[in-house]
């Protein structure tokens, strides 16, 4: 059965920096993170191909948020730097068979983690 576990959310002052993790079990798709901040829809942010040549970011994290990812460890890795109040969501890390699944904010990717809480402080 398909897992996903996420690691790295916390607290951070606005302009610092978080890593979270996302390590895949039973499943080698492509992968992405989405996030919901309180009294909003969840929305893409970023997503990553199999092979990871392929990267695609939300307007609101380009510049600042890097994806990457480790197949040796069915890992992927979100890099969030100048990280801003706005940023403030439970990031939820998914995964779909179709790269544009990944992004996909009407349908919904088809797997995702429990959730990991990331708080930016101004």
């Known amino acids: 059965q398909a897992q996903l576990r996420e690691t790295g959310g916390g607290l951070v002052q606005a302009g610092g920096s978080l890593r979270l993790s996302c390590t895949a079990s039973?499943?080698?798709?492509?992968m992405g993170w989405f996030r919901q901040a309180p009294g909003k829809e969840r929305e893409f942010v970023v997503a990553i191909s199999v092979s990871g040549a392929s990267t695609y970011y939300a307007d609101s994290v380009k510049g600042r948020f890097t994806i990457s990812r480790d197949n040796a460890k069915n890992t992927i890795y979100l890099q969030m730097n100048s990280m801003k109040p706005e940023d403030t969501a439970v990031y939820y890390c998914?995964?779909?068979?179709?790269?544009?699944?990944?992004?996909?904010?009407?349908?919904?990717?088809?797997?995702w983690g429990q959730g990991t809480q990331v708080t930016v402080s101004s």
């Open positions: 039973g499943l080698t798709f492509s």
């Open positions: 998914v995964a779909d068979p179709n790269i544009m699944g990944v992004q996909s904010e009407t349908s919904g990717p088809r797997y």
